[in-house]
T-cell receptor, first 112, second 112 residues
Framework: DSGVTQTPKHLITATGQRVTLRCSPR?????VYWYQQSLDQGLQFLIQ???????AKGNILERFSAQQFPDLHSELNLSSLELGDSALYFC???????????FGSGTRLTVV | AQRVTQPEKLLSVFKGAPVELKCNYS??????LFWYVQYSRQRLQLLLR??SRESIKGFTADLNKGETSFHLKKPFAQEEDSAMYYC??????????????FGTGTLLAVQP
């Protein structure tokens, strides 16, 4: 157990739907990062939150949004889902950047 | 521009042979580099971080700023080393704003 908890582990939904992925960071970590891993795009950075504030943004689609709550857990909302959104979505957290980023086990999203 | 390049998609070696997984980076700042390992599309596990100069599971990596490289090496490969290996660069924008960018990964296959 890495200390970063992601739920659900698997999600199957239909095109056009909306889903919410949840991440609880490791205790004491203030930063949360979201990544998308697909076979054709590899590991893509989506967004970073630090202590409730959005900090860094990557190639995140407008249909996707995220937030970090006062208890530091984070949610990634994916709406108007398309087949191409099927991927593994990872959350990571960090305390100090030089010590690395700890990843959760991911949520496997399948859009049918 | 920030970039991490892993030129080999697949590296196949025999058990007991030396392994070198190549990683080159492009970054204008002071680089913070990591190696992550992923078994069967499970959680990304931190293998090495260059600032700590550790040796984990027999793997080592040395940062060469002149060649902008951070190659991963192991003198004698084991079958259990078979996995996907990702080189990653921490990009820092100041303060707590940062992100981790990944190379495309190298699949290491250790044959018996």
């Amino acid at each position: 157990d890495s200390g970063v908890t992601q739920t659900p582990k698997h999600l199957i939904t239909a095109t056009g739907q909306r889903v919410t992925l949840r991440c609880s960071p490791r205790s004491g970590d203030l930063s949360v990062y979201w990544y998308q891993q697909s076979l054709d795009q590899g590991l893509q950075f989506l967004i970073q939150y630090y202590n409730g504030e959005e900090r860094a943004k990557g190639n995140i689609l407008e249909r996707f949004s995220a937030q970090q709550f006062p208890d530091l857990h984070s949610e990634l909302n994916l709406s108007s889902l398309e087949l191409g959104d099927s991927a593994l979505y990872f959350c990571a957290s960090s305390a100090y950047r030089g010590y690395g980023y700890t990843f959760g086990s991911g949520t496997r999203l399948t859009v049918v | 521009a920030q970039r991490v390049t892993q030129p080999e998609k697949l590296l196949s070696v025999f058990k007991g042979a030396p392994v070198e997984l190549k990683c080159n980076y492009s970054y204008s700042g002071s680089p913070e580099l990591f190696w992550y390992v992923q078994y069967s599309r499970q959680r990304l596990q931190l293998l090495l971080r260059h600032i700590s100069r550790e040796s984990i599971k027999g793997f080592t990596a040395d940062l060469n700023k002149g060649e902008t490289s951070f190659h991963l090496k192991k003198p004698f490969a084991q079958e259990e080393d078979s996995a996907m290996y990702y080189c990653a660069l921490s990009v820092n924008y100041g303060g707590a704003t940062n992100k981790l960018i990944f190379g495309t990964g190298t699949l290491l296959a250790v044959q018996p």
